[in-house]
């Protein structure tokens, strides 16, 4: 798999092949032994993380879960609310792996810590408290399925 890697400031690019686990496996260990730099490491890693961390999902769903909740925590903590719905997308990917892998403690410690640290966030928080729920950003309906729905409900009524 080809990474390329944004470094410095004019965020050139670093290109390098490598193996998928191998990077995940790394940035495994560096969650565990110092989160805030695993955060730092994903905001560097911002868009090879993903890549990564999906090819691991299946053979690793711990790592992927701690790695899906750092890019959700690193989005969160950034409070950049337009990119609250991606910070969701997270959080359920991190949920789902942490099922698979049987850590249902781990997730919810995260929501103890999302809850405290972000309760203010009125926005984020009405989407968290969904996703913890059980209903997550996929099962609602896509903005093109609403504005279809939308749409058919008003041509009906025209006729």
Known sequence: MRLEVPIG???ACFSFVCDPDDVAAKIGRLIAHDPARAVTLCEAFLYTTEPVVKKVEKSRPDLAARLW?????????AKKSKYDDAALSNFESA???FGR????WEWQKTVSQVR??????????DGFERLVDGVGPSDEPSFMEQAKA???GRH???R
């Open 9 to 11: 400031p004019d965020r």
């Open 69 to 77: 909740r750092a890019q959700g925590l690193r989005i969160v903590d």
């Open 95 to 97: 949920k789902r792996c």
């Open 101 to 104: 892998a049987g850590l249902q």
């Open 116 to 125: 405290a640290d972000h309760h203010r966030k009125s926005g984020f928080m």
């Open 150 to 152: 939308r749409f058919r």
């Open 156 to 158: 009906r009524r025209t």
